[in-house]
């Protein structure tokens, strides 16, 4: 495992600032001189109560639309603002122990690059791949234009803007759509950035595929956990826990390569409050995400258990991107159950940091019962769920525990010790052993 040694430590908040200081979608679109980046450091305060470390950004460069189709690399988005607010998020962030990770859109850009105007205009276009009918675009949308990661030149430009946001106080990079990258550009590109930032971390967007595979070859330090994802909610939805432990299973398989960047929402995803079929379910999502391996992440608004759901056309995105108010104190708390749930459990995550790299092994499972052991050299949880109408109960010795404590969980408030696991249906808990 690759890992700088602070990511250990690390819980991400994560931001699609276009979205969240109400930039895109709006008309008309705001300008540099609002100064609207700076809103997303008046929440830093909201993610250090939380119990987060660090801030995940979404794209903050200059763009046509949602941030994605990138103009310049080296501008901030003027809809955000300009570098001086960039350097302003920076010295709040800093001020609070709070890392910075960027989001690097490398894999194409926006039809006004400036590469892309003037290869259009009949100069050079080496910097971009070929498709049948000109140049490739990115899963056929017009204004996604491939880079041609071939080319040294790109090669070298991708190196530069990585160095010169952290010189500027980045801590890492996640590379959107690293999936449609070729592995061989990213080790090119990675081991001269950690030539000066030896402790910078790059997790790579990656749906599905050989994860470790991807890992080893492009030498990133971790990739998105989209499996692990999914099986979360939808073993939740069809009382199917063995989707889980599979799940889990391979899980395992990829902590002997890397530490996954685990989640249960993100900008790109219905939002897990919605896509659940029984809210009383949420609480098992996010005390699985927090008691395994891996680099936890918390989209920002989850923790209220915000709603909102991801369609397929244009602005599907949308709901699942909202505007929030210029203070935490101005915004509409949907579930203050949900947030101290966030915060109890990242604080016994903070407590454990172990868990960063812990193995997980079965215990007890049927299709709505599933009790695992989470554990690593330095110590180890029990975790249990039940979607079940009927309790989970059993002594703890049938698992193989004389006693244990009961640390979090649906029922309050938890017990001291005890020698036995009595878990109401649809309930879950998590105990020290």
């Known amino acids: 495992m690759s890992d700088p040694a602070w990511v250990e430590h690390a819980i991400w908040w994560q931001i699609y600032p276009l979205g969240f200081v109400g930039a895109f979608p709006a008309d008309p679109p705001p300008t540099a001189d609002e100064h609207r980046l700076r809103r997303v450091a008046e929440w ?7 119990g987060a470390s660090g801030i995940a950004l979404g794209p903050v460069f200059a763009s046509q639309t949602h941030g ?29 122990g709070l890392r910075i990770l ?3 859109v490398f894999n194409h850009v926006g039809s006004e690059f400036g590469r892309h105007r003037e290869a259009v205009a009949g100069g050079d276009d080496s910097w971009f791949r070929k498709g049948r009918n000109g140049l490739a675009t990115f899963e056929g949308h017009g204004g996604l234009i491939a880079l ?6 790109v090669v070298d430009y991708v190196v530069d803007v990585m160095l010169h946001w952290l010189r500027r106080g980045a801590d890492g990079w ?6 449609a990258v070729p592995a061989e550009f990213w080790a090119k590109v990675l081991p001269r950035v950690r030539s000066e930032f030896p402790d910078a971390w790059f997790v790579g967007e990656v749906i599905h595929g050989d994860y470790a595979g991807i890992v080893s070859a492009s030498t990133f330090d971790s990739v998105t956990q989209y499996e692990l994802w ?9 009382v199917n826990f063995h ?6 299973t391979r899980h395992d398989q990829f902590l002997e390569t890397f530490v996954p960047l685990t989640f249960v929402g993100n900008h790109d995803v219905t939002r897990i409050a919605s896509q659940l079929s029984d809210e009383r379910h949420v609480g098992h999502a996010l005390a699985v995400m927090l008691t395994i391996g891996g680099t936890p992440s918390v989209y920002a608004g989850d923790e209220w258990a915000y709603r909102g759901v991801k369609e397929e056309r244009f602005g599907g995105d949308d709901a699942v991107r909202p505007e929030f108010p210029v203070h935490p104190g101005e915004s509409e708390h949907l579930g203050h159950d949900t947030f101290r749930l966030h915060q109890h459990l990242i604080g016994l995550r903070r407590r454990h940091p172990w868990l960063h790299h812990a193995r997980t092994t079965a215990l007890h499972l049927t299709n709505g019962q599933y009790v695992y052991r989470t554990s690593a050299d330095e110590g180890s949880l029990v975790v249990a769920l039940n979607v079940d109408d009927e309790p989970l109960r059993m002594p703890l010795a049938k698992l193989g525990f004389g006693s244990g404590r009961v640390v979090a969980g649906s029922g309050v408030p938890p017990e001291d010790v005890v020698d036995h696991l009595d878990v109401e249906p649809h309930g879950w808990a998590v105990l020290t052993v």
């Open 243 to 248: 989707e889980l432990d599979h799940a889990l």
């Open 44 to 50: 830093f305060d909201h993610a250090l109560e939380l």
């Open 148 to 153: 041609n990661h071939r080319n040294p030149e």
């Open 230 to 238: 999914k099986a979360m909610w939808s073993s939740l939805n069809d």
């Open 68 to 96: 994605y189709d990138t103009t310049d690399h080296y501008a901030i988005d003027p809809r955000l603002g300009d570098d001086s607010d960039f350097d302003h998020l920076v010295t709040e962030a800093r001020s609070r």
């Open 174 to 179: 996640r590379l959107d759509a690293a999936y």
């Open 102 to 104: 960027l989001d690097g």
